[in-house]
């Protein structure tokens, strides 16, 4: 049976909470998108892969990396581009969840170019 990263090759793999992801379930993530390669749990073969990975965190990945709760390298391989979106509780008005105001929350969040 294919895995996460078979079943997403050559599309988008959505990681939610990546920031409760052991730090030895890192490092494999972390290879994977270096390398493009991983072995199947028990597997002996490497398989390719070609996968964007897009990751979501309710807590600020930058500080759990310099706090060594999250690894640094990891966050720097993740953090091409930041989509900081605020919660409905700072915004100044809340809208239904519609089309409407999909548009209007990406338009109040700030998108990030990491240097």
Request: aromatic share 10%; proline share 3%; no cysteine.
């Amino acid at each position: 049976m294919p895995g996460k990263f078979e079943t997403a090759a050559h599309s988008t793999l959505f990681l939610d909470e990546i920031s409760n992801l052991p730090l030895h379930m890192q490092s494999k993530l972390l290879r994977v998108l270096q390398d493009k390669t991983f072995y199947r749990v028990g597997g002996t073969k490497q398989i390719m892969t070609d996968v964007r990975v897009l990751a979501a965190s309710n807590f600020g990945l930058q500080h759990l990396s310099e706090n060594k709760i999250f690894r640094k390298d990891l966050y720097y391989r993740l953090a091409e581009y930041v989509l900081y979106i605020p919660p409905l509780r700072e915004r100044k008005r809340r809208h239904h969840f519609s089309g409407a105001s999909v548009h209007e929350t990406h338009q109040s969040g700030t998108r990030q170019k990491r240097d």
